[in-house]
Each structure stands twice: as C-alpha cells, then as structure tokens.
C-alpha cells in the first residue's frame, strides 16, 4: 500500500453517498456511451438517482410560490443541477435503447440479465412488433423453410452482434497486471492511473469488475 | 432473375438512408422479389422431385449446383427484404423519437397530392401515401410501444433533447402562434414574432415541434 492508496482511501470515505453517486453514473453514462455491448444495468444506483431527482422537484415545487430572493437564487442553482442530471439519465437510457434495437437478436440471446425489467419488456415488445412486420410485409408469402430471423446457417449468420474488437480509451482504477491481447503476441501490464487504447474484448472483463473505467 | 430485383431494393435502402424523408415504398418491386423467391422455390421442388428425396449431391454435381443457386439466391432476396424493410421502419421508428407525427404527416401530404377526395382517401389510393399499410400498423404500434416504455420514468422525458442543457433560462422567439402556456412564473401567451425569456425545460417540446427558436 502505498501513499496514493491512503489518499484515495480517505477521499472514498469523505465524499457523501451523493456525490459518489453522481460519479458513479457518470461513469456508467461514459461507459455506455463507448463500449460496443451494452453493459449490466445499474439495478441500485438508477433507483437511489430517481428517487433524489424525484424529491428535488417535489422541493422545487413546494418552493416556487416563495418570491423570497434568497430561497429563489437557492431554487435556479437545484433547478440546473436537476436538468443536468436529468440529461444524464436520459442520455445513458437513450445509450442503452439504441444498443437493445441494433443488436436485439444477439442481446436476447447473450446478455439479457444485463437489460433493466422495462428494457427487456421493450426488447421482446419490439420484436414481435417488427417480426409481425415482415411477417405480413412479405414473410407470409416464403416458403416456410425461410421464415426464421435468426438462421445461422448457410454460411451467414443472421444474428447481428456488436464488434467486441473495437479500440476503445480506458483508464486503470486498480492495477489489473499483465494482459495478453489475443490472436497476437501483444502483451502489456495495465497499472493503476494508465490510460491505453485497447480492443474491449481485452478489457471487457477488468471494466465489468469496476478496475478499468471507459473514458 | 436471381437476384437482380433484390439488388434494386437494396439500392434504394441505401438511398433512403441518407434522406430527411421517407421516399415511397416500392410495393411493386417487393412484390417481384417475393414472387421470386416462390418461383425460385418451385424450381427448386420440381428439380428434387423425380429424386423422391433421395437425393445424393455427390453423384450428380450439376443438379446440386443448380440447387445451391436457387437457394443462395432465395436467401440473398431475403436478405435484401429485410434490409429494405429495416431501414425504413429505422427511419420511422427515428421519426417516433423525435416526436414527428407520421400518420399525421402522411396524411397531409396525401391530402396536398390528391387533389379531389378527402386525406383518408388518398390514404388508401396508396400511391400518394409513401408508407405501406403495414408500415402505418407498425408506426401506430410502435408509438404505443415507446410511450409504454417513456410512461415508465416519470420524472425524466426520454425523448427530450440530447444535448448537455447549459442554461436553466434561455431566450426564444416565437416563429408560429402557439397558444398559452403554464409555467412555474405564471402563463405566457406566444404570439408570433415575440421574444421571451423561458426556462429550456418548459419550452423544449415547441421548439422540436417548430413554434419556438432558439436565440443564442
């Protein structure tokens, strides 16, 4: 342990539950915004974000009516906090929905557990909707050997899956250690503070640990 | 033949990509590449039918080959139909989240285009309409889909803008009357042609929808 550790320790343990949370979403916002596949959902976070934008405007609300200037000034700062972070959530469940409608095939095979109840709803609600679609577009009149939208067969797959080769920028929260880049003989180690530029594949499994942060 | 159609389709896909708009739907043309695909298939039961499915590809190799082509390109119109049809219900479906009223739209230019009978009847003609009546079935059920979802985070407009918000208050003229509107200060009345000082949050549905402008 060195004096980064106790430092970063102490700052942990002095920053409120708050403000980590609003760290930690903007981490997750980033996160999602850069890697390929989608990411688990944050089950607690997302309600303890809600919960507090919720009450922040059950408080603004309750304030308007005072024309007291100094409640009034308090009232436009909590007011801008509250559409940033109301972008924030906005933007990250944005992130998501269009990953679940470019690749839901491969999401509802792989990674379902990661969607968010009403994700997983509006997945299976989408593709029936667009399955009846073609259905009665054009599918009705296949033989039916061809009706299936996710054949693999034949040479080509029709699941469309997210590139997990794609180079993203990451930073090292934890000292992670030697990493081997696969199909080639490229190996390096990632230590605390260091930022690479990596395939996702490489790192997918350090990000999902919480060691590595997208950036 | 084999193909050729589908090719056309796909053309046409990649077209509407890089369009605002959404060009007509090529009923005609997926309807050749459909029928197609069941001659392609017909051909394909009438080459297999004097082997009584015992057919062994190694013994008669250009019976086979005539076999995987027929398949090959049986799968390639798929392909192409579902690529025509995906791009547009993409479109669409962008369409729902920036909160443009399709079925609305497509009815007024019907109406423009058609010029005796009512919109609903130029609606059915189909030529003036550029969706299909799937596809309208489809935008309408894919509304109720996205507000099923949207309806679930009460606090938070989904479809709202995208961009980081920089100021709480921000100035906007008003290009189209627009009514009166209830805010936290009180109701403002929006007549064309005046200035006001909003906040972004209370007027971001009427800039999407063209009432306001936003004044830097």
Redesign the interface.
């Known amino acids: 342990m060195d004096i980064d550790d106790i430092l970063a320790e102490v700052t942990q343990a002095a920053s409120p539950q708050e403000t980590r949370d609003l760290q930690e979403l903007t981490r997750a916002w980033v996160a999602e915004r850069v890697a390929p596949e989608i990411l688990p959902y944050p089950d607690a976070l997302m309600e303890r974000v809600?919960e507090r934008?919720?009450k922040q405007?059950e408080l603004?609300?309750e304030q308007?009516g005072n024309m007291d200037p100094k409640t009034n000034f308090r009232l436009?700062v909590i007011?801008?906090e509250l559409?940033?972070f109301?972008?924030l959530?906005?933007?990250f469940?944005?992130a998501r929905?269009t990953k679940i409608?470019k690749h839901p095939l491969h999401i509802s095979q792989n990674s379902l557990s990661y969607l968010s109840q009403?994700e997983s709803?509006?997945l299976t609600?989408?593709q029936t909707?667009?399955s009846s679609?073609?259905q009665?577009?054009?599918?009705s009149?296949?033989?039916t050997s061809?009706h299936r939208?996710d054949d693999t067969t034949?040479g080509?797959s029709m699941v469309d899956a997210p590139d997990a080769d794609t180079a993203v920028f990451c930073r090292a929260l934890n000292d992670v250690g030697v990493v081997n880049v696969e199909g080639t003989d490229r190996a390096f180690e990632i230590n605390r503070g260091d930022c690479w530029v990596v395939r996702w594949s490489v790192i997918r499994d350090s990000v999902l640990a919480g060691d590595v942060e997208l950036i | 033949m084999y193909g050729e159609l589908g090719n056309k389709l796909v053309q046409h896909a990649k077209r509407t990509q890089s369009l605002a708009h959404l060009p007509p739907y090529q009923t005609e043309m997926v309807r050749a590449v459909t029928r197609e695909v069941r001659d392609l298939d017909k051909d394909v039961s009438a080459i297999l039918e004097p082997f009584a499915g015992s057919f062994d590809p190694s013994t008669d190799a250009p019976t086979a080959c005539a076999l995987i082509v027929n398949h090959m390109c049986m799968k390639r119109n798929k392909r192409c139909l579902l690529a025509y049809h995906r791009v547009r219900s993409d479109k669409l479906e962008e369409m729902c989240w920036r909160g443009i009223d399709v079925l609305e739209r497509q009815q007024q230019q019907s109406g423009k285009n058609g010029a005796e009978g009512s919109a609903s009847l130029g609606a059915e003609v189909g030529n003036t309409s550029s969706l299909s009546p799937e596809e309208e079935e489809y935008v309408r059920q894919y509304s109720d889909l996205l507000a099923a979802y949207k309806g679930q985070w009460t606090d938070i407009d989904l479809t709202g803008s995208l961009e980081p918000p920089r100021d709480l208050f921000i100035d906007v003229r008003v290009l189209k009357d627009a009514g009166e509107i209830q805010t936290e200060y009180g109701a403002i009345t929006l007549t064309k042609n005046s200035q006001f000082y909003v906040r972004q949050g209370d007027v971001e549905r009427l800039i999407a929808q063209g009432y306001l402008q936003r004044l830097c």
């Open positions: 809600l934008i919720r405007i603004v609300e308007t436009i007011q801008t559409e940033r109301k972008f959530v906005r933007s469940l944005r929905i409608d009403s709803r509006y609600a989408h909707l667009l679609h073609y009665s577009s054009f599918l009149q296949f033989p061809l939208l034949g080509i």
